[in-house]
Every structure is written in C-alpha cells, then in structure tokens.
Nanobody
Framework: QVQLVESGGGLVQTGGSLRLSCAASGSIFSINAMGWYRQAPGKQRELVARIRSGSIINYADSVKGRFTISRDNAKNTVYLQMSSLKPEDTAVYYC????????????????WGQGTQVTVSS
C-alpha cells in the first residue's frame, strides 16, 4: 500500500510564502512523476506544478515565477515553495504521484494525497 502525506498548508497574507511537502511511503519501486494540483471552491482541479523523471518540470502559467517545485528522491518527497501568494491561490492543494510499487510484482498507479488547505487573505 502507498500513502502520500502532505503538510505545510495554512493561512497567509497576500505576498507571503508557504512551503508544502508531500512524502510518499510504502513498497515504492520507482516514481515517474510527482506534482501538485489545486482545487478552489466551485472550480475544477488544476495542475499547479509537476516534476517528472529527468527533472522535467511543468508549471501552470498562473504560478510561473512565484512557485518552485523540487524533489528529494532519497526521501520520496516533493516540495512546493510558494512565494508572492495571491488571494486567487486560495485552494485545497493535492499531492499527486505516478509511481510503481510492489515487492515481487510491480504495479504502476497514480495516487493522491488527502489535500491541504492554503488560504491567502487580502
């Protein structure tokens, strides 16, 4: 079984910073990609940032230059450093991992964290 545990959300003022962390645990063989998505009330879940094997990184246009995604392969952990936060960044942020897991037979699947609330006050 694989678990993604997120931390680091909270309440911050406009222009402030927060750092989200997401640690994957379980019988993980390899991680193909890890990333962050967010969902604001009444809106669809959207990609924020994603890092794939080979350190290929994608950002949503709305966060480019303000957010930085990074990954610690040894810890199976992905981080999202968020700076210059705006009220429109307010959402539940979800960690996502595309990975292979198992002991003798490997299964590739996509997992989601439970979500962490980020609220940016104006």
């Amino acid at each position: 079984q694989v678990q993604l545990v997120e931390s680091g959300g909270g309440l911050v003022q406009t222009g402030g910073s927060l750092r989200l962390s997401c640690a994957a645990s379980g019988s993980i063989f390899s991680i193909n990609a890890m990333g962050w998505y967010r969902q604001a009330p009444g809106k669809q879940r959207e990609l924020v940032a994603r890092i794939r094997s080979g350190s290929i990184i994608n950002y949503a246009d709305s966060v480019k230059g303000r957010f930085t995604i990074s990954r610690d392969n040894a810890k199976n952990t992905v981080y999202l450093q968020m700076s210059s936060l705006k009220p429109e960044d307010t959402a539940v942020y979800y960690c996502n991992a595309d990975l292979s897991h198992g002991t003798t037979k490997y299964t590739r699947a996509v997992y989601w964290g439970q979500g962490t609330q980020v609220t940016v006050s104006s």
